[in-house]
């Protein structure tokens, strides 16, 4: 596809599940970066790998979130024992080199019962 | 650390109408700057970006935006609205570190709201 793609789009689960969110970049983009978006506001920072090295974690909440990009290409976010204070949109994006333009996918709707 | 401030969140506009959505930022380096509208159901799609050069950047669908370094603010502008630009508007920010990737830094987001 030629877009960012993301999935599941919609994820519900329960308290103390853990869930891993997929994030399939455009080919080629050497940056792929994580947000997590809560309602009624903008995306904040979670995490962004270049290749598949990660760059910068500081976004990420505590220490039940994870990430990894092991091929440099399809990225992973995990977060383990979820809360419900992790109902979010997750959004993944991607960029040709570190300092261009950033494009966005669908994104995940986490939903954490 | 930067931040971005979007002044309005919500902005009726009647359809053929001009629009400004305000965003002003704080940064103690040198910023890029960037639009991103989300439509219903839908991801963030770049509208327009302003890395160096013209203060003034034309984008998709009309939209315009200006920089302006002294007040730290890139308003968003269209001079006739359509229904179809009903929508949620993202103004964010990156701070220029050179091959160290370009985390964004994004407003609270305005939702425009175009009415016949």
């Known amino acids: 596809g030629a877009g960012v793609s993301q999935s599941p789009r919609y994820k519900v689960t329960k308290r103390g599940q853990d869930v891993a969110l997929r994030c399939d970049p455009i080919?080629?983009?050497?940056?792929l970066y994580w947000y997590r978006q809560a309602l009624g506001q903008g995306p904040e920072f979670l995490t962004y790998?270049?290749?598949?090295?990660?760059?910068?974690k500081s976004g990420l909440p505590n220490d039940r979130f994870s990430a990894e990009r092991p091929e440099g290409s399809i990225s992973t976010l995990t977060i383990q024992r979820t809360e419900q204070r992790d109902s979010a949109m997750y959004r993944c994006?991607?960029?040709?080199?570190?300092?261009?333009?950033?494009?966005f996918g669908p994104g995940t709707r986490l939903t954490v019962l | 650390a930067q931040s971005v401030t979007q002044l309005d969140s919500q902005v009726p506009v009647f359809e053929e109408a001009p629009v400004e959505l305000r965003c002003n930022y704080s940064?103690?380096?040198?910023?890029?700057l960037f639009w991103y509208v989300q439509y219903p159901n839908q991801g963030l799609q770049l509208l327009l970006k302003?890395?160096?050069?013209?203060?003034l950047v034309k984008g998709i669908n009309g939209f315009e935006a200006e920089f302006n370094k002294s007040q730290t603010s890139f308003h968003l502008r269209k001079p006739s609205v359509h229904i179809s630009d009903t929508a949620e508007y993202f103004c964010?920010?990156?701070?220029?570190?050179?091959?160290?990737?370009?985390?964004?830094?994004f407003g609270g987001g305005t939702r425009l709201m175009v009415k016949p």
């Open positions: 994006a991607s960029s040709q080199t570190p300092s261009s333009t950033q494009y």
């Open positions: 080919s080629g983009h050497v940056s």
């Open positions: 790998f270049n290749y598949e090295a990660q760059q910068d």
């Open positions: 940064s103690s380096v040198s910023v890029y």
């Open positions: 302003y890395l160096s050069g013209s203060t």
């Open positions: 964010a920010v990156s701070e220029l570190l050179h091959n160290a990737g370009n985390m964004l830094t």
